[in-house]
């Protein structure tokens, strides 16, 4: 079940912040295998002054445009999986969107899976007894 928080500026039209919501999940399903329904976003549009980013960062110059991706997720996956999903959610944007490459920028925590409750109190991944 990854919980995925996506950050924008209010500079983007109306249906964009979306978009990019089914762009990761899409992803999600096709590349790191997640399967169907488990779409979990919290999607946030901020003002101009409460997007904090430096002119450049590792020789990318970044505008504000910018996007942040995080996705909390269980634990396990590959490099090269998490290489593939990071490029295709940037070629989806750019493609889809027109979203600038360098305003692209995507952060994944894993974590155990007795670390997640889907309701109830309960701890749905616990191994059982």
């Not at 002054?49 to 269980?74: A, C, H, M, R």
Request: proline share 6%; hydrophobic share 35%; with cysteine.
């Amino acid at each position: 079940m990854p919980f995925v928080r996506i950050d924008l500026g209010k500079q983007y039209p109306d249906g964009v912040a979306q978009q990019v919501g089914d762009i990761v999940y899409q992803a999600m399903i096709h590349h790191i295998n997640v399967p169907p329904d488990d779409k979990f976003q919290v999607i946030t549009k901020h003002d101009a002054d409460e997007l904090v980013i430096p002119k450049s960062y590792l020789g990318i110059e970044y505008s504000p445009g910018i996007i942040f991706i995080q996705v909390t997720l269980n634990e396990g996956r590959s490099t090269e999986l998490k290489k593939k999903f990071y490029k295709v959610i940037c070629d989806g944007l750019v493609e889809k969107l027109q979203i600038r490459p360098e305003d692209i920028v995507i952060n994944l925590v894993e974590v155990n899976k007795e670390n997640w409750s889907f309701g109830h109190g309960e701890m749905q991944y616990a191994p059982k007894n």
